[in-house]
């Protein structure tokens, strides 16, 4: 090895991705980590491309004046213990520390990205094919009959610029598939596809409902949907509004280009929030115009919205029920759902509307004290004539209800964390459970009272401390692994706590 890497270096040639490979597999410096004993070929493909993408053909290594020294001591007692030395003049690279320290960085890369695929290992053998293993996975090493389908879907979402739609039980069989797609497994699918530049509505990192497997997905070009993303405080309300505003535009069957314009114009003019989530809002548009979304379970959302956020809103999603400049009943009896919804007066709805009219309403003469700002619904033949120039009007005073609801999410958030109960601190010190910090410890204190737990009730323990259910167990069995290269919580549902693992911690 040192008289190739000499002959390397004197040649002045890079250092191929073989060499390096071998390089740092046989250094007795380097550290031993557990992927490269339990999935050594991940490793070394991991490892290919990570030296590859930082090195392209390699890096050239020095010639220093070090010589390659050859030492042998005879197993003879008559030689006395003498040594016998020969040098090559051949420059001795590996008592240099730069070019094996670009090796340990791309070494340590390639450890942290295979950590959480090799604990899985560790903990379920045999499991090398399941789709479980398959999600902690770097998408550049993942089968080739597998990545290649959705280079496939990306390649046709990018060629025809729109994004596409399929139930997801179309989706799947391009899986492997060893039982439910849970709401833990389809998490893990929506960061593995982003490794493939592919974001999925749903998405239940984005607020998103678990689909069912003949349910509608969406799926759209999308980058940085990798790694965990954390949401401006615009993209709560974008996607509320865009929900209702999609329900009341597919009341009709005309939900097409004048209302999905309207929406979007108010996604990309209004919002105050980043590019990717501009597109996922347009992606998820997309997905309500071929299933339409339901308003059954508005209300809390809605509920905590002011008054005034609430008439922002409504003028908003008049303005979408009118964008083809005609009144459609059944936008009308939406708009009536959700003003029931948002406590709003309808018979402001039907004055709203009669006030866009281009002519006035006439009323019988026997009833002279009814204007036609209080005319009633229902409108049964839908053939009001309507000013254009109110509409618009109204749909640039609508631009203020990204604003104001901002404010209002923002808010209530912050209120929402005034209101956790603090933890209180630990007597004399302020030491946790496996260096976690307070509240995941105080989460783990509790768990570590049973050793089984439904699900159900681990999400309202991680629910009335501000917690993601999932988010938290990934974290606590982080600094299990860490510290004891096992998980403490195992399972769907029930879940297991391996309350033994702990004992010493506790002590």
């Not at 010589?67 to 240099?96: C, M």
């Not at 390649?155 to 729109?162: H, N, Q, V």
């Not at 681990?458 to 692994?481: H, T």
Request: charged letters at 25%; one cysteine or more; a negative charge.
């Amino acid at each position: 090895m040192r008289v190739v890497l000499g002959l390397f270096a004197q040649s002045g040639k890079p250092l191929p991705v073989e060499w390096a490979a071998a390089w740092y597999a046989r250094d007795p410096n380097t550290p031993q980590f557990h992927a490269m004993k339990r999935c050594p070929d991940a490793f070394a493909a991991l490892f290919n491309i990570e030296y590859t993408r930082r090195f392209g053909d390699g890096f050239i290594l020095p010639v220093n004046k070090t010589r390659i020294k050859v030492t042998h001591r005879p197993a003879s007692q008559s030689f006395a213990g003498k040594e016998f030395q020969a040098t090559i003049d051949l420059p001795d690279v590996s008592v240099l520390t730069g070019p094996m320290g670009k090796l340990a960085e791309v070494g340590e890369a390639c450890h942290a990205a295979l950590a959480s695929y090799s604990r899985f290992l560790s903990s379920h053998p045999g499991k090398e094919g399941s789709l479980e293993a398959l999600l902690l996975l770097p998408a550049s090493v993942w089968p080739d009959s597998i990545a290649e389908r959705f280079r496939v879907t990306l390649r046709a979402i990018e060629s025809s610029g729109l994004p596409m739609i399929v139930s997801l039980e179309e989706f799947l069989p391009q899986l492997p598939h060893d039982g439910p797609l849970n709401r833990t497994r389809f998490k893990a699918l929506s960061r593995a596809l982003g490794q493939f530049s592919l974001g999925i509505e749903p998405d239940v990192r984005f607020g998103g409902d678990l689909p069912e497997p003949e349910d509608l997905v969406c799926l759209f070009a999308a980058d940085g949907l990798d790694d965990e993303v954390q949401l401006s405080e615009g993209y709560a309300s974008g996607a509320i509004m865009v929900q209702m505003a999609a329900a009341v535009a597919s009341a009709s069957k005309s939900f097409d280009e004048a209302e999905a314009s309207v929406i979007l114009n108010h996604i990309n003019s209004s919002l105050q929030i980043a590019e990717a989530e501009r597109r996922r809002l347009a992606a998820r548009l997309h997905l309500y115009g071929a299933a339409p979304p339901r308003t059954s379970h508005l209300k809390r959302q809605i509920g905590i919205l002011t008054p005034d956020a609430r008439q922002a809103v409504a003028d908003f999603l008049l303005t979408v029920a009118l964008a083809d400049g005609a009144v459609d009943p059944r936008r009308v009896k939406t708009l009536e759902h959700l003003y029931q919804i948002m406590g709003l007066d309808r018979c402001s709805l039907y004055s709203k509307i009669h006030d866009l009219e281009s002519q006035p309403v006439s009323q019988p003469a026997s009833t002279p004290t009814q204007t036609a700002r209080q005319a009633p619904s229902p409108f049964n033949d839908g053939s009001l004539r309507l000013d254009p120039a109110r509409i618009a009007a109204l749909r640039a005073d609508s631009a203020k209800v990204a604003l104001l609801l901002g404010k209002v999410f923002a808010s209530v958030e912050e209120n929402e964390r005034e209101d956790l109960p603090k933890e209180p601190a630990p007597e004399g010190s302020a030491v946790t459970l496996l260096g976690l910090d307070s509240q995941h410890s105080a989460l783990l204190k509790v768990l570590l009272q049973r050793t089984e737990w439904s699900r159900e009730e681990i999400e309202e323990l991680c629910s009335d401390r501000g917690l993601m259910s999932d988010g938290a167990i990934e974290r606590i069995n982080d600094a299990a692994f860490n510290q004891f290269d096992k998980a403490i919580i195992e399972g769907e549902d029930p879940l297991e706590v391996n309350c033994e693992l702990l004992q010493e911690a506790m002590a």
